[in-house]
């Protein structure tokens, strides 16, 4: 019997199996509110099918390869055959069903391409995390696909796809929102460490206040994102018509200020904790060293201490700006804007292409700061 050598690989190959004989490659509605039919991806254009099939059918054959490094090398290529056929095929798919006389139709992207394309990507991260290659090289091939994916649509590949559809008629507030997104977290991230900085300070001189920053953190924490931008409109009320300048610089109810409040009071706890984690495990033998040979308070600070905290610091922003780039979508439900204005919208009107104008920005918002923090955290790392 042939010996698995990347099981991860063989149950991704088998899911896209699964994906691919159940579930619909497009589908196809009479409008963008009517129920869709399931095509499957036999149905699709031939050349993009067939490159499917075979890309998936490489993978597959590639979990039984002994050699670590030439198998991540040609995972990552047969990973990307399977993403671009997907991505291909569904574009001419849709542009050969919109041939048909029926303006009003949609084609919307359906099981088999989503769990196709997610197949590609975590193959593609399996693999780098098994052959870890270096930083320059994972930016470009990231890049690359990027650049090609714009490319493509620049072609007009996904002209006759639903989203694209859905996107092109929501173009003139996209980007506006998605600033206003990328707004309400760097707002949020820029109060949670002005306040979170001194509670830190706090928790490391002050034992006997330890535990009530904590404990106090803790709970704010555990409160419903949707309960806490509820909880805050009637202060934020009561205060804007008490001091109407505060409504004439945009603090009220609702809108942005709620919703960077509520942002920045769950950022504090994972914030404040990291920072105290990284401070304390710092050794006492390092700062006495340091001290021995003439170092002050504040020398040892800003030489020793937060240099080998900066790893830990690090990770604490990368966990907040992550959750913040999620919740900031619930902010949208207060008129805060936003991306999730999108998928609230598209939820109301039963249009799951419009779900996704918001989501999928919103996941890749999510993933470009998980990866930019995970570069300075390697920066951060090597330095020690």
């Not at 303006?103 to 197949?119: D, E, N, Q, Y």
């Not at 490391?204 to 920053?213: E, G, K, N, V, Y």
């Not at 309960?227 to 009320?237: D, N, T």
């Not at 001290?291 to 922003?317: D, H, K, M, T, Y």
Request: aromatic residues 10%; positive net charge; hydrophobic residues 60%.
């Amino acid at each position: 019997m042939p010996v698995v050598h990347n099981r991860v690989l063989l149950a991704l190959c088998c899911a896209g199996a699964l994906g691919v004989g159940f579930g619909g490659f497009l589908e196809v509605a009479p409008n963008r509110l009517a129920r869709g039919l399931a095509l499957p991806l036999w149905q699709a254009p031939f050349p993009e099918a067939a490159a499917i099939i075979i890309f998936l059918s490489l993978l597959a054959l590639l979990a039984f390869m002994r050699q670590d490094k030439q198998r991540s090398i040609a995972t990552v290529l047969a990973a990307a055959g399977v993403l671009w056929g997907s991505l291909a095929g569904a574009g001419h798919f849709a542009a050969l069903l919109a041939r048909a006389d029926l303006p009003a139709a949609r084609s919307s992207l359906g099981l088999a391409f989503w769990t196709l394309v997610a197949i590609a990507f975590l193959a593609m991260v399996d693999a780098a995390q098994r052959a870890k290659p270096p930083l320059p090289l994972r930016i470009g091939f990231g890049l690359a696909l990027g650049v090609g994916f714009v490319l493509m649509a620049q072609a007009g590949t996904f002209a006759d796809l639903s989203l694209a559809k859905e996107f092109s008629s929501h173009r003139a507030i996209f980007f506006s929102q998605l600033w206003r997104h990328i707004g309400l977290v760097a707002g949020a991230l820029f109060f949670a460490l002005m306040i979170g900085a001194p509670l830190t300070a706090l928790a490391l001189r002050r034992a006997s206040m330890r535990c009530a920053i904590f404990s106090s953190l803790g709970v704010l924490q555990t409160i419903p994102s949707l309960a806490l931008f509820g909880v805050l409109i009637a202060p934020l009320s009561a205060l804007s018509a008490q001091w109407p300048f505060l409504h004439d610089v945009g603090i009220g109810g609702t809108g942005a200020a709620p919703a960077i409040i509520a942002l920045t009071l769950y950022a504090l706890l994972p914030l404040v904790r990291n920072s105290y984690t990284g401070f304390t495990e710092v050794a006492a033998e390092v700062k006495d060293a340091a001290a021995g040979i003439g170092f002050n308070a504040r020398q040892i600070f800003v030489s020793v201490e937060f240099p080998l905290a900066a790893p830990a610091l690090v990770s604490a922003l990368r966990v907040v700006t992550v959750q913040s780039v999620g919740l900031a979508a619930v902010a949208a439900l207060i008129g805060a804007g936003g991306l999730g204005a999108f998928v609230f919208q598209g939820i109301g009107q039963y249009v799951m292409d419009l779900v996704l104008v918001g989501a999928i920005p919103i996941v890749l918002l999510a993933l470009a700061a998980d990866f930019s923090f995970q570069m300075l955290l390697a920066a951060a790392r090597r330095r020690m």
